[in-house]
């Protein structure tokens, strides 16, 4: 990635008051809205091809050098906007001075990405302990607290993650609140192959940590890929 002309490498953190903010946030190119950093997706842009000309591609890690520009809308909005042209302006006015490539496939790709911030995120929580696996196991553990997040493939039956629902509000001392597990945008294919495991239809996200609004610090790192990944799908946002 590089910087494009007249841009420097400084933060590109907006802050609506002029004032620094402990909680950065971002202004998306499209709606104007601005939204916290961890819910927006950032585009980079390509190293200068002979051309001169660069190729804009998701940066989901946020971490590529230079000017980012920030996406807080859906997939469906996103493409609305590429249809009629209003993408490439917004880009055009984030990247001054750049001959920009925005590929075809560009939300394929950025569904992409955010997929697999989420299952890459999900296999380091696996190594490091803090992933529940199996119905029975999960359901024990939601018994007594110990899950501090509760996620369902999306083809997962109705009465296995309406049982494993109840379990976790028993737990949390949630009865009675319709409190409920999230059902990702991913099928129970996607998660075994990702975990390597076979079968994997739920998902409990230990509750250790100190993060008190979504049970643990694991619990709030898996959190944080989900809710990014479902608004960008358009899908309803889940939360514990």
């Known amino acids: 990635m590089r910087t494009p002309p007249n ?40 190293p ?9 591609l998701p940066d989901p890690h946020a971490k590529a050098p230079g000017r980012g520009a920030w996406l807080g809308v859906s997939r469906a909005h996103l493409e609305e906007a590429m249809a009629k042209g209003r993408l490439r302006g917004a880009l055009a006015r984030a990247y001054k001075g750049a001959s920009l490539n925005v590929p075809e496939d560009l939300p394929q790709r950025i569904a992409d990405a955010l997929n697999r911030v989420l299952l890459d995120r999900l296999g380091l929580e696996l190594r490091s302990g803090n992933l529940i696996l199996g119905s029975d196991r999960i359901g024990e553990q939601a018994r007594i607290g110990a899950v501090g997040l509760l996620l369902h493939a999306s083809d997962a039956s109705e009465g296995g993650a309406s049982k494993l629902d109840q ?34 239809v739920h998902l409990g996200v230990s509750a250790r940590g100190a993060d008190a609004r979504f049970g643990g610090g694991a619990a709030a790192r898996v959190n944080t ?9 358009g899908a309803p946002a889940g939360a514990p």
Not at 48 to 56: E, L, P, T
Not at 192 to 199: F, P
Not at 227 to 233: M, N, P, W
């Open 7 to 46: 841009e420097s490498l400084t933060s590109d953190i907006v802050d609506v008051h002029g004032a620094e903010k402990s909680a950065p946030e971002r202004k998306c190119i499209l709606s104007g809205e601005h939204g916290a950093r961890d819910t927006l997706v950032r585009l980079a842009i390509s």
């Open 48 to 56: 200068a091809h002979a051309d001169g000309s660069c190729d804009v």
């Open 167 to 200: 379990a976790w509000r028993v737990g949390s001392d949630s009865e009675g609140s319709g409190k409920r597990g999230i059902r990702l945008p991913l099928d129970r294919a996607a998660l075994s192959v990702a975990l390597g495991r076979e079968n994997v």
């Open 225 to 233: 890929a989900v809710q990014r990944l479902l608004k960008y799908s």
